[in-house]
């Protein structure tokens, strides 16, 4: 599913390295010799051992795929990854599903409203019961079940499904946990949602435990999967005050609420490249 969407730059150049001075100069002088046009501009530089600098360019002029190999020299030398990246280029998910339908359709829709600069290539569910929420929006679901037995079998069909078809996998509400193997294969690129209770109600029920322990505070954190589960670098968290009135359905419909808003601003974040990752954190620009 995708649906078009108008754009007033025409790429972007996404930088780390270590900091030092004059980079913003010679990465300006390069756009300006380019014929490009800065329109938009965020760096960041951290201040703890070894300096890092990060910047984020939206420009108007040349294509981003034409100065990907003048711009070499200029990477090299500075140390910088660098990613010319075209604003018109939507990248593709794959969304990851159970049987909670919440985090999908506030995907589902972001996508259809134009809200959300992405095209959603798949949904692929270990059960049946999102099939129909996928297929109403035109997208094609695959379903994969998992089991402990099965699971490396499936992983292995996940991987032929996502091969050179997506850009990024989105774990919405999908209840289970991938493998190391899996995660070497597509480490930064997978986006998880869970409430915030972690670590003190972990498990099943969370929002039946937090009830009994009367919590004032609901929230969720979408962050990045590493094979350590729930610790990959956060994106993205947000929170909602609640009291003594709430019941546990409550709870869950508040959390759901927060899941869903945090995890689609954590994917428009990602697909319009504005997170880094440094180590087990993020940059995260406007």
């Known amino acids: 599913m995708r649906y078009p969407l108008a754009v007033s730059q025409s790429g972007r150049l996404v930088v780390s390295c270590p900091d030092r001075p004059g980079i913003v100069a010679a990465v300006s002088d390069f756009l300006f010799r380019q014929g490009a046009n800065i329109v938009h501009s965020d760096q960041h530089s951290t201040h703890d051992a070894p300096e890092q600098f990060f910047m ?43 049987k909670e339908d919440h985090c999908l359709q506030e995907l589902l829709w972001q996508v259809r409203s134009g809200d959300l600069q992405a095209e959603i290539s798949m949904v692929v569910g270990n059960h049946r019961d999102l099939e129909l929420s996928a297929t109403a929006f035109g997208v094609p679901f695959f379903h994969v079940p998992v089991t402990p037995d099965t699971k490396a079998d499936a992983e292995a069909r996940h991987l032929e499904l996502v091969a050179n078809q997506v850009d990024v996998i989105v774990l919405a509400r999908y209840m289970q946990i991938l493998s190391p193997s899996f995660l070497a294969i597509w480490g930064g690129k997978v986006i998880n949602i869970h409430h915030s209770f972690l670590p003190a109600f972990a498990g099943a029920r969370p929002y039946h435990q937090a009830y009994d322990r009367g919590v004032k505070i609901i929230g969720a ?43 689609a601003r954590a994917v428009r974040w990602h697909v319009e490249d504005r997170v880094l990752i440094r180590g087990n954190r993020t940059v995260v620009f406007d």
């Open 56 to 98: 984020r360019v939206e420009f108007q002029g040349p294509s981003a795929d034409s100065l990907v190999e003048p711009f070499r020299e200029l990477a090299n030398r500075f140390e910088m990854q660098a990613r010319f990246v075209p604003s018109d280029r939507h990248k593709r998910l794959a969304v990851f599903v159970s």
């Open 221 to 263: 954190t979408a962050h990045y999967v590493t094979a350590e589960l729930d610790a990959g670098p956060i994106i993205e968290q947000d929170v909602h005050r609640v009291d003594h009135g709430s019941d546990p359905s409550d709870l869950r419909r508040i959390g759901r609420q927060t899941e869903r808003a945090v995890l």
